[in-house]
């Protein structure tokens, strides 16, 4: 199982990416070899993978550089890069390489401070891998102090040095800075090929990997969820059941709440899972006897986990309000599609009976004004308005019609 296997639907991405990684591996070959380098090749040293959520940007990312440090033996005797075995591979998948850096997003930007060491890291030589490879998982959310210091990077990286941006679009990255990376844009795979991926890879029966491939329209990450996680299609259920109960003032303002409150449970979950194990983790580093206290000197590193801890709390029940205002959006789209008798295939065709009554009590323009409705959300929750009060205003909208 190569590393490009976990790519669905992106057969091309995957051929550029191997072509790049077996010129990037004669690279590193001739010099080595203090042999003439290639003339030409179709290696470089910054990439900006784009692509809508779910088509598995960050995903292509990491399985390139997996390739670029593969140490597989049979490439000695032709084989591609990213056999998916090696200790190249293996740990720069799991994200434990010493020389792949992942930088992603913790609250709403990636700030200089998330940066500065990463990029100080840019500048050095690999220190047992075959490249230093910095994988910006977040780069629409690079603010413009830790825009700029990635810039200055790419603008004049080391010799053997590989940056790796993931963006929703090029749009949302400086023109300075694509301006200097190779673009690969990815589709969203199909809902065949996602729930082909889910048999093949986690065991799913073909028929619920059909419903969850589907429910997602191929998003690969949370049909995974979907299809393998109870509470998830829990949670989703509940979230198509809103629109049927908005009948009254108080009632969307239940629903509101009850949004708001399942996404901060879901936030609180992962809070106990990460956060008491990454404190104890540096007190221990910092010298602490357990159960003791800490070392003069070390409350300010203290604070800054719990500062990045918050943030991340922040993040985790925002982008869980964004997964069920998603599902929401696909709903309106099925009650779309129903009232103008399009043939798209319906998404949620288990909530196929409320489908149907709404579209016969409402018109196009009413299903139309409550997507809009729930694209305004989303967009008050990227300006950081109170999550409660812009869901408030979401259900009272979707009430109107």
């Known amino acids: 199982m190569t590393v ?24 590193v070959t001739a010099a080595a070899a203090d042999e003439p380098l290639p003339e030409t090749s179709r290696m470089t040293h910054a990439w900006l993978f784009t692509g809508p959520p779910g088509a598995g940007r960050n995903q292509a990312a990491r399985a390139f550089a997996a390739a670029l440090q593969c140490v597989s033996p049979d490439r000695a005797l032709g084989g591609a890069p990213g056999c998916g075995f090696c200790d190249g591979c293996h740990t720069a998948l799991l994200g434990t390489h010493a020389d792949v850096s992942a ?26 891998g075959r490249w230093q490879i910095i994988l ?28 790796l941006l993931c963006a929703p679009s090029i749009e949302d990255v400086l023109p300075t800075i694509r301006s200097r990376c190779r673009h690969l844009n990815l589709r969203t795979p199909s809902v065949d090929a996602v729930a082909d991926m889910l048999v093949r890879r986690d065991g799913v029966d073909p028929r619920a990997a059909a419903d969850a491939a589907r429910a997602t329209q191929g998003h ?13 299609r829990e949670r989703r259920a509940a979230v198509l059941k809103l629109p049927l ?47 003791g206290r800490l070392p003069r000197g070390t409350a300010g590193v203290m604070k800054d986990l719990e ?14 309000l964004d997964v069920a205002l998603g599902d929401l959006t696909a709903f309106y789209r099925d009650v779309l599609a129903l009232q103008l008798g399009s043939r798209v295939a319906i998404a949620n065709a288990d909530a196929q009976d409320a489908l149907d009554r709404l579209a016969r009590a409402d018109s196009p323009e009413s299903t139309l004004r409550r997507i809009e409705a729930i694209a305004a959300c989303r967009e008050a929750l990227d300006r950081n308005v109170a999550p409660l009060l812009a869901v408030e205003a979401m259900t009272m909208a979707l009430r109107a019609g």
């Open 4 to 27: 490009w296997d976990d790519l669905v639907g992106q057969e091309k991405v995957s051929e550029v990416l191997g072509a790049a990684a077996r010129d990037a591996d004669a690279l």
């Open 103 to 128: 930088v992603a997003a913790v609250g709403a930007e990636i700030l200089v401070k998330d940066m500065r060491d990463t990029v100080r890291k840019s500048f050095t030589a690999p220190a047992n």
């Open 136 to 163: 910006v998982e977040d780069a629409e959310r690079l603010n413009e102090k830790s825009a700029n210091a990635v810039l200055k990077a790419v603008e004049e990286p080391a010799p053997r040095t590989v940056w």
């Open 220 to 232: 690969v990450d949370r049909a995974r969820r979907l299809a393998t996680d109870p509470a998830a």
């Open 245 to 291: 109960r908005l009948d009254e003032v108080g009632a969307c303002l239940r629903a509101a709440q009850e949004l708001v409150d399942a996404a901060a449970e879901d936030a609180r979950q992962l809070a106990e899972e990460m956060d008491g194990k990454e404190s104890e983790e540096l007190k221990a580093a910092l010298g602490a006897v357990q159960g």
């Open 307 to 320: 500062d990045m801890q918050k943030r991340r709390r922040t993040r985790t029940q925002r982008d869980s």
